[in-house]
């Protein structure tokens, strides 16, 4: 089994910055992806940002020059840096992790709420 452990949601005005971080532990060999989704109440979850073991990475267009995503791998840490954040943020972001090569993203976290005020 693997733990999630997130942190760093806030209320923040908008123009703002935020850093969410997520920690993994538990059985781990190795983390293949680690990625940030976000849900907002009566919408579908949508990707925020994925980053691979080797740092390749990969961006919603929403967020793309504002968002970056990074990883520890020494921590099993994953970060998500948000600047210019505006309202349309606001949502529950979750993160995600995958030990497979491949599919869909095993283990999630219990989600960390970023409000964004305008």
């Known amino acids: 089994q693997v733990q999630l452990v997130e942190s760093g949601g806030a209320l923040v005005q908008a123009g703002g910055s935020l850093r969410l971080s997520c920690a993994a532990s538990?059985?781990?060999?190795?983390?293949?992806?680690m990625g940030w989704y976000r849900q907002v109440p009566g919408k579908q979850r949508e990707l925020v940002a994925t980053?691979?073991?080797?740092?390749?990475?990969n961006y919603a267009d929403s967020v793309k020059g504002r968002f970056t995503i990074s990883r520890d791998n020494a921590k099993n840490t994953v970060y998500l840096q948000m600047n210019s954040l505006k309202a349309e943020d606001t949502a529950v972001y979750y993160c995600?992790?995958?030990?497979?090569?491949?599919?869909?993203?095993?283990?999630w976290g219990q989600g960390t709420q970023v409000t964004v005020s305008s």
């Open positions: 980053i691979t073991s080797g740092g390749r990475t």
């Open positions: 995600a992790v995958r030990l497979a090569l491949r599919g869909e993203y095993e283990y």
């Open positions: 538990g059985s781990i060999v190795s983390i293949n992806a």
